[in-house]
């Protein structure tokens, strides 16, 4: 029943490394987000995809790349892992790439050893 | 740059009190402007939402106003109850194109009975 679905919830690892975190949306909708939510809680957007396609790339380190296999699935890969990349990171859906309200997963903490 | 600016938090109340959570916001064109509402461990959920100006958006007893005039979209709840304590954030969306979604930063709400 979950409508949006990310894995792993936590994820713990060494500088250095290389990681992905997986999100799924069952709502059918066109347009998934990846957020990442600071230490203070503060929240901005890093890409989004609409249909597959990139449509909103913020600037981000080129470490960080987004995959679409289809539209219910964007995946986030992260190489080289830093200190500074500690964080919740967060999927979201909306129904299209216009106005609508988007829709959230639990989040991925990540932690950075 | 598009931006929103919440009041600082924490916001310390009494169960049965009244709530004011201040948000204004610069934005080219007209927004789109949201509350979405954080507990604990859990992702962001949409709270209430107004397209237009002068729409108030309601939901669990939450209201927000879409003032265009003032450009302000502050939340109010007329009796807290100890279940709202959490993370408000105000948001908007569609200035300039796609659906990216700015937050503010943030107010953390801790109602005690």
């Known amino acids: 029943d979950t409508a949006v679905s990310q894995t792993p919830k936590y994820l713990v690892t060494q500088m250095g490394n290389d990681k992905s975190i997986k999100c799924e949306q069952n709502?059918?909708?066109?347009?998934m987000y990846w957020y990442k939510q600071d230490s203070k809680k503060f929240l901005k957007i890093m890409f989004s995809y609409n249909n597959k396609e990139l449509i909103i790339n913020e600037t981000v380190p080129n470490r960080f790349s987004p995959k679409s296999p289809d539209k219910a699935h964007l995946n986030l890969h992260i190489n080289s892992l830093e200190l500074g990349d500690s964080a919740v990171y967060f999927c979201?859906?909306?129904?299209?790439?216009?106005?609508?309200?988007?829709?959230f997963g639990d989040g991925t903490r990540l932690s950075i050893l | 740059g598009d931006s929103v600016t919440q009041m600082e938090g924490p916001v310390t109340l009494s169960e049965e009190a009244f709530l004011t959570i201040n948000c204004t916001y610069t934005?080219?064109?007209?927004?789109?402007l949201f509350w979405y509402v954080q507990y604990p461990g859990e992702g962001l959920q949409l709270l209430l939402k107004a397209t237009k100006a002068d729409d108030k958006g309601s939901n669990k007893g939450f209201e927000a106003t879409y003032r265009k005039e003032t450009t302000s979209f502050h939340l109010e709840k007329g009796s807290v109850q100890v279940s709202d304590s959490a993370v408000y954030f105000c948001?908007?969306?569609?200035?300039?194109?796609?659906?990216?979604?700015?937050f503010g930063a943030g107010t953390r709400l801790a109602v005690h009975p």
């Open positions: 934005a080219t064109g007209y927004p789109s």
């Open positions: 979201a859906s909306s129904q299209d790439a216009g106005y609508q309200p988007q829709h």
């Open positions: 948001a908007l969306s569609g200035s300039g194109g796609y659906n990216k979604l700015i």
């Open positions: 709502l059918g909708h066109d347009t």
